[in-house]
């Protein structure tokens, strides 16, 4: 499993890693106060693996959440998070977070990463 990424916001380490080496697109300014390039103590953390086979499926799956950018749906056990611009018909990334929210899985859009 490579590393890819720590992302530091309130208090909680988001470590991203990925079975196969990427390059993940240079973050809006707004999120690049968030990145880590190693790992710091946390009150907790979450691991979330990167999946770049294709975004999972969640119609029918009660929504939770729908803004303009992004929803949140859950199937009672795991929560589903996507965003989506309004100019595309496919989300640029989706995740899915599982309960306790300590793990999950990132599944990102061709359009998110560049495979090494």
């Keep these: 499993m490579h590393s890819i990424m720590n992302m530091h916001i309130a208090d909680i380490n988001f470590a991203l890693r990925c079975m196969r080496p990427i390059s993940v697109h240079e973050p809006d300014a707004a999120y690049r ?4 390039s190693g790992q710091r103590t946390s009150a907790a953390e979450v691991t979330l693996d990167i999946e770049l086979n294709g975004l999972p499926g969640i119609p029918g799956m009660p929504v939770v959440f729908d803004g303009q950018s ?35 899985t990132i599944y990102c859009s061709k359009q998110a990463i560049t495979e090494k």
């Design 70 to 104: 992004w929803s949140l749906s859950s199937d009672g056990k795991n929560y589903f998070f996507s965003s989506q611009s309004p100019a595309s018909a496919v989300p640029f990334w989706a995740a899915k977070i599982g309960p306790g929210f300590r793990n999950g």
């Design 33 to 36: 106060q968030f990145m880590e």
